[in-house]
């Protein structure tokens, strides 16, 4: 799954699978990243999508020094199972 997407100004994470385009959507202001919801396609479900779009997203936040905001109950509860992210926590 290493074909994602960023599309920043679209704010706009994304990974088309068999035809299915999985999104994550966020927003940025200043050095805070909100991160509003993760969307995969019940066709393409259950194969950890969801997570790798969370992994990708948060690695990038950390390369732009950014302050996460997991509005996203998803990406709440996967930083709370990967604790090594937590230190991005707003």
């Known amino acids: 799954m290493s074909d994602i997407q960023l599309d920043e100004n679209a704010g706009r994470f994304s990974l088309v699978v068999e035809g299915h ?8 202001e200043d050095d805070v990243v909100s991160m509003n919801s993760v969307r995969v396609p019940e066709a393409v479900g259950g194969r950890g999508i969801a997570g790798e779009l969370t992994r990708f997203a ?3 936040a950390r390369t732009e020094n950014l302050t996460v905001l997991p509005l996203c ?3 709440s509860k996967w930083i709370k199972v990967h604790q090594e992210y937590r230190d991005l926590l707003a």
């Open 73 to 75: 109950p998803y990406v």
């Open 58 to 60: 948060l690695d990038w």
């Open 21 to 28: 385009t999985c999104v994550l959507e966020f927003v940025r």
